[in-house]
């Protein structure tokens, strides 16, 4: 079985910056796609970013050019650098990574205010 752990959620004023940060451990053979989520208050969960083993990536429209995501392989690690933030970026964000099969984080509050 593989645990994710997230961090590096918070408070911030908007325009600032925050960088969530999603590590893996247990029983990991090989970590496929990494993907950050996000779902607000009585909103549909989005995906807002991945990557790939490889490390292609792709991301939402909403937040293209202000968010990146990277993935350090050696600490079984993704990220989320979060730059520009805006209000609407409110909601709780949720890691998601392959292994064979999914698993998912235990979701970070990321809160900005105006």
């Known amino acids: 079985q593989v645990q994710l752990v997230e961090s590096g959620g918070g408070l911030v004023q908007a325009g600032g910056s925050l960088r969530l940060s999603c590590a893996a451990s247990g029983n990991i053979f090989s970590i496929g796609a990494m993907y950050w989520y996000r779902q607000a208050p009585g909103k549909q969960r989005e995906l807002v970013a991945s990557i790939t083993s490889g490390g292609s990536t792709n991301y939402a429209d909403s937040v293209k050019g202000r968010f990146t995501i990277s993935r350090d392989n050696a600490k079984n690690t993704v990220y989320l650098q979060m730059n520009s933030l805006k209000p609407e970026d409110t909601a709780v964000y949720y890691c998601?990574?392959?292994?064979?099969?999914?698993?998912w984080g235990q979701g970070t509050q990321v809160t900005v205010s105006s």
């Open positions: 998601k990574v392959v292994e064979r099969k999914i698993y």
